[in-house]
């Protein structure tokens, strides 16, 4: 299954952006069974957990950063997983990248994620 992030862009503190990951796999593979995350890597910082879904889509997990002012969804139906980003902050810079997880529950830990999509870059200036 191959996932692919899109969404990212360059907004003012206080924007909007809202990312897509769109997973895509052969032989009607998707990652319907599996919990899915977000993480973002800023220049010279680790990466880092951003939110997280379980299978279901009903409970979400947000790091203390983003708890607030992110929201994670997914819809199975579609293969997606958005997250809408509000209240933006130049800290929230960073390339983000979507994963999905061995599981079919939440996780915040990146041992969990072995499918990773290429990331899409968001700029928030003050």
């Known amino acids: 299954v191959q996932l692919q992030a899109s969404g990212g862009g360059a907004v003012r503190t206080g924007g909007s952006l809202r990312l897509s990951c769109l997973a895509s796999?052969?032989?009607?593979?998707?990652?319907?069974?599996?919990?899915m995350a977000w993480f973002r890597q800023a220049p010279g910082e680790e990466r880092e957990f951003v939110a997280g879904?379980?299978?279901?889509?009903?409970?979400?997990l947000y790091s203390d950063s983003v708890r607030g002012r992110f929201t994670i969804s997914r819809d199975n139906a579609k293969n997606t997983v958005l997250l809408q980003m509000n209240s933006l902050k130049p800290e929230d810079t960073a390339v983000y990248y979507c994963?999905?997880?061995?599981?079919?529950?939440?996780?915040?830990?990146?041992?969990?994620?072995?499918?990773w999509g290429r990331g899409t870059e968001v700029t928030v200036s003050s």
């Open positions: 994963a999905a997880s061995i599981y079919s529950y939440g996780s915040n830990s990146q041992r969990d994620f072995r499918n």
């Open positions: 796999g052969r032989s009607g593979r998707t990652v319907s069974n599996n919990a």
């Open positions: 879904i379980n299978w279901r889509g009903d409970s979400p």
